[in-house]
C-alpha cells in the first residue's frame, strides 16, 4: 500500500531557481518563503512576513566538516529582526521563513518550532548548527501541540526541496516505510569491523546504533568530502573510539550507502557494492533485481 502523497507548489518569484521562492502544500495554512541575502528586501515587504509570527533558518555554505552552517530563529516582527542580524552575522547567504497565511501562527507557537527544530537537528547531526542555547520549550495547551507538530513535518518536507536536507523525517509512516526494507551490513575484509544498515524509500542509508568503523584513515581518504564528514561525526560523538574500532553511539542518516560506506571503512567506497544483505547478496544485485522484475 502506497503512502499518501502530498501536492508541493514552488513559485519562483524571480523566475530564478536560486532567487526567490514560495513553497505551498495543499490543504495547509503555512508557507515558505526563501531567498539569498540580496533578496531580503523583497521578503520582508511580503504582508505576511511584515504582520506575522515566524520561524526561520539563516543558512550558510558547507563549512570545514563538510556541513551546512545554519541558525535557526523566531520573531514576530522578522522585518526588524533580520536587519539586526545583517548587521551583526556576515556567515549567512540564504534565509527561509515559515509563516501561517491565515495568521494562527502565534508568538508561543514559533517559540515551540524554534526549540523542537534546534533539538532535532542537534540529534540528527547533519548541518553545523550556530545557535549556542537550546531554548525551552514554552508551555502549550495539549490540543495545540499536534497541530504544531503537522507544521514541524511539514517544514521538515520543505528544506530538502529548497536545497537544504538537514532534517531526517521521523513521523509514523516513515517508520513504518523502513521497516520493510531490509537490513544490510558492511564489513572489514578480516569481518572484525561490521556495520548495519537500512536503505531508506529516498535511497539513504541509516547506520543503525553500535554499529562499527575503521578508526585507521587510508592516506587517500583525508582529501575525500567523506573524510570531512567523518570528522564532523566524531566532532559530534556520533563516533566514539571503542578498543581498536569507531562505534556508532546511535543511528545516522546518511546521503547515501556510499557515504556511509566510505566513512565506515575510512577510504573512497562505493556503497551499492560494500553492503550486503543476510544472504550476501550485494545492495547492487538487489537493486538490478527489482529493476528487471
Request: hydrophobic share 35%.
Amino acid at each position: 500500500m502506497m503512502n499518501a502523497g502530498k501536492k508541493f507548489t514552488i513559485y519562483l518569484a524571480t523566475g530564478l531557481p536560486r532567487g526567490m521562492r514560495e513553497v505551498k502544500i495543499d490543504q495547509w495554512s503555512g508557507k515558505a518563503i526563501c531567498g539569498p541575502r540580496n533578496a531580503i528586501k523583497d521578503i520582508i515587504e511580503l504582508p505576511e512576513i511584515e504582520s506575522g509570527a515566524c520561524v526561520y533558518f539563516l543558512i550558510g555554505s558547507i563549512n570545514e566538516s563538510g556541513l551546512l552552517d545554519v541558525y535557526v530563529g523566531e520573531a514576530d516582527g522578522f522585518k526588524e529582526r533580520i536587519k539586526d542580524h545583517d548587521y551583526k552575522k556576515d556567515w549567512w547567504e540564504d534565509v527561509v521563513v515559515f509563516v501561517s497565511q491565515d495568521g494562527s501562527l502565534t508568538k508561543t507557537g514559533v517559540q515551540y518550532l524554534e526549540s523542537i527544530c534546534i533539538e532535532r537537528l542537534k540529534e540528527v547531526g547533519r548541518c553545523d548548527l550556530k545557535n549556542s542555547n537550546n531554548p525551552a520549550k514554552p508551555s502549550i495547551p495539549r490540543e495545540d501541540v499536534s497541530g504544531l507538530e503537522m507544521f514541524y513535518e511539514n517544514l521538515a518536507s520543505i528544506m530538502p526541496l529548497l536545497g537544504y536536507d538537514i532534517f531526517v523525517q521521523t513521523g509514523k509512516t516513515s517508520d513504518k516505510a523502513a521497516e520493510t526494507l531490509p537490513e544490510f551490513t558492511c564489513k572489514k575484509s578480516n569481518g572484525k569491523i561490521v556495520a548495519h544498515g537500512i536503505l531508506l524509500k529516498d535511497g539513504k542509508m541509516k547506520v543503525l546504533k553500535g554499529s562499527g568503523a575503521e578508526s585507521e584513515d587510508v592516506e587517500s581518504f583525508k582529501t575525500h568530502a567523506y573524510w570531512k564528514l567523518k570528522q564532523a561525526l566524531l566532532k559530534m560523538g556520533r563516533l566514539e573510539p571503542r578498543g581498536d574500532q569507531l562505534v556508532f553511539t546511535d543511528d545516522y542518516i546518511f546521503d547515501s550507502s556510499s557515504a556511509a560506506a566510505a566513512v565506515i571503512k575510512a577510504r573512497p567506497a562505493a556503497g551499492p557494492l560494500e553492503w550486503r544483505d543476510k544472504d550476501s547478496k550485494t545492495l547492487k544485485e538487489i537493486l538490478e533485481r527489482e529493476i528487471s522484475s
